[in-house]
């Protein structure tokens, strides 16, 4: 079913019921790919995918979806643009309108992907700013809801750093009306303007702890993430000693109920956040957590990008 929205920049933009037919559809699209009835449905589709800093999962997933929908996929760094140097974003909206049936961009200044939204004329999609990274909490739903047959009464414990990935799943809390749980060092939650816009009339919960046990007494899912993001390369020493606490290792997740599950959006800094044997145990959803970035995307494609007529 077509989505309302043109783009996907922000799950806060989304309705539960769109985010729970985006998921729906993926689970659906998943068993069709298995058993080769996919239909390829974006056949003459191209999707432009702009990448300002390095990807593994988001860039192979979106091309392979695109591929499996009979579309074609171009990756385009910005060097090649130069959005904001070379060109302005609103004349690069403008002109790959013209091209392209949609754009997937990776950047650092989210108010980039607002704009080229706001000036395209077909579907630009999120695929990580400083801010966000709405699919991959797409991709994370999906998982537990997979696992788990339901997302209801979720509490997800965040144990690191309030980042982009963490600022999606606040926004899927408000959405979902589950509760996330950040266990993080002193200065390191997520602002609280956004905290308080997002969860604005929601009855989604969102608690900051300073302590990493009492952040996964109650978890039914444990995620963890990079403690520097791209982009804050320089303070990854300083991050290192902040965050030692807040390792997700054997003896944290000991502390989490029994059926508690483990999240890592990768890539992950093993040894770091997360311990080997953490990542390899039988908790762990990792792998098939990096796979739905696949189905939820070809999903998302399926939903935003109009077949018919046009490019
Ligand atoms: N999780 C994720 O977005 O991975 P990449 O940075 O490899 O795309
Ligand atoms: N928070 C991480 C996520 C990588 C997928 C980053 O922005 O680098």
């Not at 994370?140 to 600022?167: P, S």
């Not at 000991?254 to 311990?275: F, M, N, Q, S, W």
Request: charge should be negative.
């Amino acid at each position: 079913m077509p989505l309302k929205q043109k783009d996907f920049v922000s799950i806060a933009d989304y309705t539960a019921a769109e985010v729970g037919e985006i998921i729906d559809l993926a689970i659906a699209q998943k068993a069709e790919l298995m058993s080769g009835r996919l239909e390829p449905t974006l056949k003459g589709k191209t999707l432009g995918c702009i990448f300002h800093k390095p990807s593994l999962r988001t860039r192979v997933s979106f091309e392979v979806a695109m591929h499996q929908l009979g579309g074609d996929s171009l990756y385009l760094t910005d060097q090649e643009i130069g959005i904001g140097s070379r060109e302005a974003p609103q004349d690069v909206a403008r002109v790959l309108s013209r091209y392209v049936s949609a754009i997937m961009i990776r950047t650092f200044d989210h108010s980039v992907v607002e704009t080229l939204a706001r000036f395209a004329t077909i579907p630009v999609i999120n695929g990580l700013t400083d801010l966000l990274h709405p699919c991959q909490v797409l991709a994370d739903l999906m998982t537990i809801q997979e696992h788990r047959g339901n997302l209801d009464n979720l509490t997800v414990a965040f144990i690191g750093d309030g980042n982009n990935v963490a600022r999606s799943w606040i926004n899927a809390a408000a959405k979902l009306s589950l509760r996330v749980v950040l266990g993080c060092p002193p200065g390191f939650g997520v602002e609280k303007e956004f905290v308080d816009r997002a969860l604005d009339g929601s009855s989604g919960r969102y608690t900051e702890v300073n302590d990493p046990v009492e952040a996964v007494k109650e978890a039914d899912v444990l995620y963890t993430d990079v403690w520097a993001s791209m982009g804050q390369e320089s303070e990854a020493e300083k991050r290192k000693k902040a965050f030692a606490p807040f390792q997700l290792n054997s003896s944290l997740v000991a502390k989490a109920p029994d059926h508690a599950v483990v999240l890592h959006c990768l890539p992950a800094h093993r040894g770091e956040e997360i311990t080997d044997d953490v990542i390899e145990s039988q908790r762990s959803l990792v792998f098939d957590e990096a796979e739905n970035r696949l189905h939820v995307q070809r999903a998302l494609l399926s939903s935003l990008v109009p077949s018919g007529g046009g490019n």
